[in-house]
């Protein structure tokens, strides 16, 4: 689904990249090579793309199809995926080789103005995967003028094959070994056996057109002599064109023999395709009435009228709901006012809470001159931000009206929810909602891609804040995702059955919980949830976590008993049971980085670590990569010997410019097998808590005004 | 002031008033001119039709700003809406307001991808004193992933000399002057303004930058 969403979406192409004065970026963007990494065809160079650039690139020669997604993880440190198929290569028994394969590239050196050193790069290919790919190089690159590039470098592995100089380091470099397990992480490889030179020049006349001519180190030993394409000469030329800020696409003669094409779709999450359209629905905020003038509205003894509390109450909920934003409880006293609001169409915090603000001075007597704002998020409280009412009055107008706000308000851990501030009526609160959806798997060697698709019916009843009921079913309209198969496995088949759970075509009951969630005070938060808390598995669960509001580490502990589920996602229960439970710490980084280990019991039985590290940006897009590694060892784990992978998030906001919470994402493994699997149980508590905290409030609060 | 002002009367009788922009006497006001004034994009171009007499006639007495965003194909009247402190706000009946400092513009919302703040206060003062004068001004910007971006810009205000201009058929002697802005890293200024005030301070007509996306607003004071 958001394949084909991004696919449509590149279609449309981009507004300029150009900096918030308009200005636009000197020179031509780096190419994308047929790895997809800043290069030139096959060889890369010591370039990298705009920090946080997420690319799609496709790539064809010779009977060699390339599927990368390539990401700029830090301005120096990028990362690709692969999914690659060899025609013809008849290896292991697969006619066409299909392969998964990880890269990873440093820029050690930027080259300066003004500075005749170059751009220098380190990079490792194919580092986890089986390593028909891989190769580890040292490049150089320096610019002249906007148009001209010349880059060499040394390789190894791949890349050290053709017309070899000797091996500097060490001579033995294991042998690639065709239907290997795999995925072993290859560092006693890593810069060994023979290196080769190669280089290139690249020659871009115009902002959009790129000429190109490489000398290749990559002999393709094991493909010419399989017969899968007859390499000729060292020398590829080629051109390539931008058609649109996303789009560039290419075409070349490869190694003597044969035409290659080249398409590299590009994003980056600060170029929204649609910029956001803010309304201010609101308005500047309402000023209260001059004191001295007006001594009479400013009197608090209008609390003394009954009816002034429910009147007051009914007209923040109305307006707070034209905002998106569910008013759950309030308190109003002659000098400070609470609202608990959930807020359900901002992915900024910050613009929750602003808004909220601007509503509460709208209605709320001159008298009130403090008000706290609580975040709620399924009943649970998690933070109250407080502000005084003069301060958002004289700031608004302000040219620093973002930075002189944020010096002047205070964000505190919330307390419970008062039963008697509870909104009249509110409770309990039934909610449903009916929508597509799709499931796919990928990598099957005879079907790339599977997909199903259909509708999901989803209900929530909430009996008090926090103690709720929640279900969802879903009805398979279409799709091959039956043909997905299952594979043999030394564990139980804790994931491997997954596929089973896709054959059948009634009425599944996806997920039918009851849960509570709670503040427990003193910084702790705890869950509890039981029922059928997956798709493959049910059973209870109960976590606890620790967070100070503006604390950066978190720690928490997390237990479940969880059965196996039958296939055709009924009520019933198979045959294997299991407690499962991780200790987790979770650190933000600063600067939209995350990291989380967890550190426990996967549903196999198996012990060990989970280490997660993802970027987030402020506008939602996020992401991640994990690897999990457990006392299973490679032969029992299978393919790809541990479980890992990498995931996306990208918010619908992002596509229209329209605010929405709604958000695309996929999380993308190698492979599924049994070892280092984790139960998933709805409504974790970090996420949860950690959107209504200090430091995701700061990095979002540009948006509090708007 | 008159927001205020109508949200204190809705305080003082709880029930009679709602979130109903009908009961609000702004709103009343501009409904029922809201062809003259509102020509938003409505296929032969923007174009602002009212005239002081459809104004007048019309009921509105306090003061408008005529905007034009040529970039968006925008011609709006925004009405004086509020003033907090030397800020006037300026505002046009689906929620769009500018907010200008002695004339200089400060900030747009509802256009789009707006200006968030472009300081106001060194103009201000440079236009006082009446000759050449140089200054900087903060110019802030929220970026695609919703970051607060800031750049310093470096202008130079000049005399141009007196020009008579006519705003909405009535004449007015003014100077003009011309503030050019550049910023590090641009080639070229990276926005002139215009400026046309009048003997007693008032800026009658102007047309003033509002970031790289919005262009040039173009506006004028309307004073019936």
């Known amino acids: 689904m958001a394949a084909l969403v991004l696919a449509a979406a590149m279609l449309c192409g981009q507004g300029a990249r150009a900096d918030i004065l308009g200005r636009q970026p000197v020179g031509p963007q780096p190419t994308l090579n047929f790895f997809g990494a800043p290069g030139l065809m096959d060889m890369p160079s010591a370039e990298v793309m705009p920090d946080g650039e997420f690319s799609t690139i496709v790539s064809y020669f010779g009977g060699v199809t390339r599927n990368t997604l390539s990401f700029q993880i830090t301005p120096r440190l990028s990362g690709s995926f692969r999914y690659s198929a060899t025609q013809d290569l008849n290896l292991a028994g697969f006619s066409t080789y299909f392969d998964r394969s990880f890269d990873l590239r440093y820029q050690l050196l930027e080259q300066r103005q003004g500075s005749w050193l170059p751009s220098v790069a380190v990079g490792l290919q194919d580092f986890v995967g089986t390593g028909i790919f891989a190769g580890e190089y040292i490049v150089a690159s320096r610019s002249f003028g906007d148009t001209l590039t010349v880059t060499g470098g040394v390789g190894w592995g791949r890349l050290g094959s053709y017309n070899s100089i000797g091996a500097p380091f060490s001579a033995t470099r294991p042998a690639f070994v065709p239907g290997d397990p795999g995925g072993e992480i290859a560092y006693d490889q890593w810069f060994r056996g023979q290196a080769a030179l190669f280089g290139g020049i690249e020659w871009q006349p115009t902002d959009r057109l790129g000429l190109m001519l490489e000398y290749s180190s990559d002999a393709y030993s094991l493909e010419t002599s399989r017969g899968v394409f007859d390499r000729r000469s060292p020398w590829n030329v080629g051109v390539s064109y931008q058609v649109n800020p996303s789009l560039r696409l290419g075409a070349y003669y490869m190694y003597g023999s044969e035409v290659g094409v080249n398409l590299a779709f590009s994003f980056n999450p600060r170029r929204p395709l649609t910029p956001m359209n803010h309304q201010p629905s609101t308005g500047p905020i309402a000023l209260r009435p001059d004191r001295a003038e007006n001594p009479d509205l400013w009197t608090a003894e209008w609390v003394a009228d009954p009816t002034a509390r429910p009147a007051l109450g009914e007209r923040l909920a109305e307006a707070l709901a034209e905002e998106g934003q569910d008013l759950i409880a309030y308190h109003l006293g002659p000098y400070d006012a609470e609202i608990r609001i959930d807020n359900t169409r901002y992915i900024a915090v910050a613009q929750a809470l602003g808004r909220a603000a601007r509503v509460m001075a709208e209605f709320l007597p001159p008298s009130i001159e403090t008000f706290h704002i609580t975040l709620m998020d399924e009943g649970l409280a998690i933070s109250t931000l407080t502000v005084r009412r003069s301060d958002l009055e004289a700031l608004e107008q302000e040219p620093d009206a973002v930075e002189a706000l944020h010096s002047v308000v205070g964000l505190t851990a919330a307390t419970p929810t008062r039963e008697e501030d509870l909104v009249a009526g509110l409770y309990p609160r039934f909610d449903w909602s009916l929508r597509p959806y799709t499931r796919s798997s990928y990598f099957d060697p005879a079907n790339p891609v599977l997909m199903n698709v259909g509708a999901r019916l989803r209900a929530s009843y909430e009996v008090r804040p926090g103690w709720r009921f929640d279900g969802a079913l879903t009805y398979r309209l279409a799709g091959n995702l039956d043909q997905a198969r299952t594979s043999a496995s030394a564990l139980p088949p804790v994931r491997t059955s997954g596929p089973l759970y896709n054959r059948n075509d009634g009425v599944a009951i996806e997920t039918l919980t009851f849960s509570h969630a709670r503040s427990l005070g003193n910084d702790f938060y705890g869950r509890v949830t039981a029922g059928y808390l997956e798709r493959m598995y049910g059973g209870v669960s109960a976590e606890l976590l620790w967070r100070p509001v503006g604390s950066q580490l978190a720690f928490g502990g997390e237990v479940n008993y969880a059965m196996q589920r039958d296939f055709d996602s009924g009520f019933g229960f198979r045959d294997y049971d299991v407690v499962t439970g991780h200790l987790s710490t979770y650190y933000d980084m600063g600067d939209g980085y995350h990291i989380q280990v967890d550190a426990g019991r996967y549903l196999a039985g198996d012990w060990g670590a989970t280490l997660s590290i993802d970027r987030e940006f402020r506008n939602g897009w996020s992401v991640g990569a994990f690897m999990t590694l457990t006392d299973v060892s490679a032969q029992q784990f299978g393919e790809g010997s541990f479980d890992k992978g990498i995931r996306f998030t990208i918010p619908v906001s992002w596509f229209t410019g329209q605010p929405s919470q709604q958000t695309l994402g996929s999380t993308i493994r190698p492979i599924t097998r049994d070892g280092g699997a984790r139960l998933d149980v709805p409504g974790r508590l970090y996420d949860r808590v950690r959107d209504g905290h200090l430091g995701n409030l700061d990095d979002q609060w540009a948006q509090v005004w708007r | ?224």
């Open chain 2, 1 to 224: 002031m008159k927001r205020s002002i109508g949200a204190g009367l809705c305080l003082l009788v709880l029930s009679a008033c709602g979130q109903a922009v009908s009961d609000d006497p702004f709103f009343t006001a501009v409904n029922s001119i809201r062809g003259g004034l509102f020509n938003r994009d409505t296929g032969g171009g923007a174009a602002f039709t009212a005239t002081r007499d459809s104004l007048r006639e019309s009921g509105i007495t306090s003061p408008v700003m005529i905007t034009r965003v040529p970039a968006r194909d925008i011609a709006v009247g925004l009405i004086d809406y509020q003033r907090n402190r030397d800020v006037t706000v300026w505002r046009s009946t689906d929620g769009a307001t500018i907010s200008t400092a002695g004339g200089i513009l400060l900030n747009t919302r509802g256009f789009g991808t707006d200006l968030h703040s472009l300081e106001s206060a060194p103009v201000e003062t440079a236009l006082l004193s009446g000759g050449l004068a140089e200054y900087s001004r903060v110019f802030r910007a929220i970026d695609g992933e919703g970051a607060l971006q800031r750049a310093r810009l470096f202008c130079q205000l000049a005399p141009v000399g007196p020009e008579r201009i006519d705003v909405l058929g009535r004449a007015y002697d003014t100077r003009r002057f011309r503030e050019t802005c550049t910023a590090d890293g641009t080639g070229g200024a990276l926005f002139e303004n215009d400026y046309w005030r009048g003997p007693d301070g008032t800026i009658w007509k102007s047309r003033q930058w509002a970031g790289p996306e919005l262009g040039y607003l173009e506006l004028e004071r309307v004073i019936n």
